[in-house]
């Protein structure tokens, strides 16, 4: 396959730059289904918009696993090719897929009704907003392994500095989606589960466009038979997507914890966050994906013990971050009600996700700190300390700041608890990186 940036030797700006933007845009789509899923789904009205809400912490789930399996894949086998061993860069591209499927297939179970009643129960659903759930959450399920292979094939991409190609799979599939939802939901009056279907239609399109691409690029055909080869890859992908899938994880925990709190002001104040959150999330989109190629960048030149490279690619990552950050925070917090109209919400759930909306405005610019610190330490394979600032942020800080502000101010206090809780776990990682950094200048010197 050809390289199209050389992260040894090219200008690091430009090698940031080329790996970052189709990043920046696959991260776009893969998200986009969840927001598409949720405009249209907010047409149906608060009841269904809440129900949706209820099943975005397993969709979480899922992507995080599949997110620590993949990430932790690209951190080792980059690692790998800038130290110059080949051989377990093939064996270890060829042992994702397997491992990925195992994964995914464990969450099969909940398209059983009485299972799937009984999951949704525990996380707080009463009988009305469970009619809105089991149609919405098989499909869910049903693609995650789907899911699944479009993760693993990105992986195999994304190692050899190939970002484009994951992109156009992400875009194919996100404009069948879109397509495809108001026929689902609207045409066929299959309500929230046509929602789902669509998504799962989108994401085969994207595989088979990815499994064709492998092919004509010298891959052979992805298999998700298992050998007994595969085990030691596995532990291998295991120490260190353990950490990141954890990391990852802490959050949908932690949007259960909050859902149960908010759910207590009612579905609207669950709608409200649900609909900051999917805001946030489209915008933060460019920062997260310079965060993957900043921890692609530093694996590579991990590999090959380049430290000023690596600080460069750091300092890089933070003066293009701010200056797109910052423009946005404005737009949050000037035109909060700009942002909410594309959900037509009613008077009381606008004005609730436009106060929500203002809040994460403040929360955006300090979370920059925190993705360069993520990507820092995974390409340095320091994955762990990505865990403990994550569960730091969500279980220390923000969970118990939305009670206690809560307590106090109602949802609103509630809405208040994520900045304040991403500011300080910024401060954290802030000072966790520049020490990570200085121990790592040392060890390469010495």
């Not at 990852?248 to 409200?272: C, E, K, M, R, T």
């Not at 203002?358 to 994955?383: E, M």
Request: net charge positive; aromatic share 12%.
């Amino acid at each position: 396959m050809k390289i199209p940036v050389n992260m040894a030797n090219d200008p690091v700006p430009r090698v940031m730059i080329r790996l970052a933007i189709p990043l920046m845009v696959s991260l776009f789509f893969q998200n986009l289904y969840s927001y598409v899923n949720t405009i249209f789904i907010s047409w149906l009205g608060e009841i269904p918009l809440a129900a949706i809400s209820l099943s975005l912490p397993l969709t979480y789930i899922a992507l995080s696993l599949g997110k620590g399996i993949a990430m932790g894949s690209v951190v080792l086998i980059s690692h790998d090719r800038g130290a110059g061993n080949e051989a377990d860069v093939q064996q270890m591209g060829r042992s994702i897929l397997p491992l990925m499927t195992l994964v995914m297939i464990c969450f099969l179970p909940l398209m059983v009704p009485e299972l799937c009643r009984i999951f949704f129960t525990v996380l707080g659903a009463d009988l009305v907003v469970m009619e809105h759930i089991y149609g919405f959450t098989f499909w869910l399920v049903a693609g995650f392994p789907v899911m699944g292979y479009v993760m693993a094939a990105e992986a195999l991409f994304i190692v050899k500095g190939d970002t484009v190609t994951p992109m156009k799979g992400m875009i194919l599939g996100n404009v069948l989606n879109m397509a495809l939802d108001p026929l689902l939901i609207f045409g066929l009056n299959l309500g929230t589960a046509g929602a789902t279907l669509g998504t799962l239609f989108g994401q085969i399109a994207a595989g088979i466009y990815l499994s064709w691409r492998l092919q004509v690029t010298g891959y052979s055909p992805l298999s998700i038979i298992p050998t007994l080869g595969m085990i030691k890859y596995w532990r291998r992908i295991a120490s260190q997507g353990m950490f990141i899938a954890s990391s990852y994880l802490v959050s949908p925990f932690g949007l259960i914890l909050l859902n149960g709190v908010l759910i207590q002001f009612g579905a609207v104040a669950v709608g409200a966050w649900n609909m900051m959150s999917r805001t946030e999330m489209m915008v933060m989109l460019p920062i997260m994906g310079m965060s993957n190629a900043l921890a692609t960048f530093i694996s590579f030149n991990a590999g090959k013990q380049d430290y000023i490279r690596i600080r460069s690619g750091i300092k890089f990552f933070f003066t293009l971050s701010l200056g797109i950050v910052l423009p946005v925070m404005l737009l949050f917090v000037s035109f909060p009600h700009m942002l909410n109209a594309v959900f037509r919400p009613p008077a009381e759930l606008r004005e609730l996700s436009g106060y929500a909306i203002q809040a994460s405005g403040i929360a955006i610019v300090f979370s920059t700190i925190l993705f360069a610190f993520y990507g820092t330490v995974q390409g340095l394979k320091r994955p762990a300390l990505m865990m403990v600032v994550s569960f730091a942020y969500i279980i220390v800080l923000r969970v118990p700041l939305a009670y206690w502000i809560g307590s106090y101010w109602g949802e609103r206090g509630v809405f208040w608890s994520h900045p304040l809780a991403t500011i300080g776990a910024a401060m954290i990682a802030l000072t966790l990186l520049l020490r990570l950094l200085r121990t790592y200048q040392v060890e390469i010197r010495g």
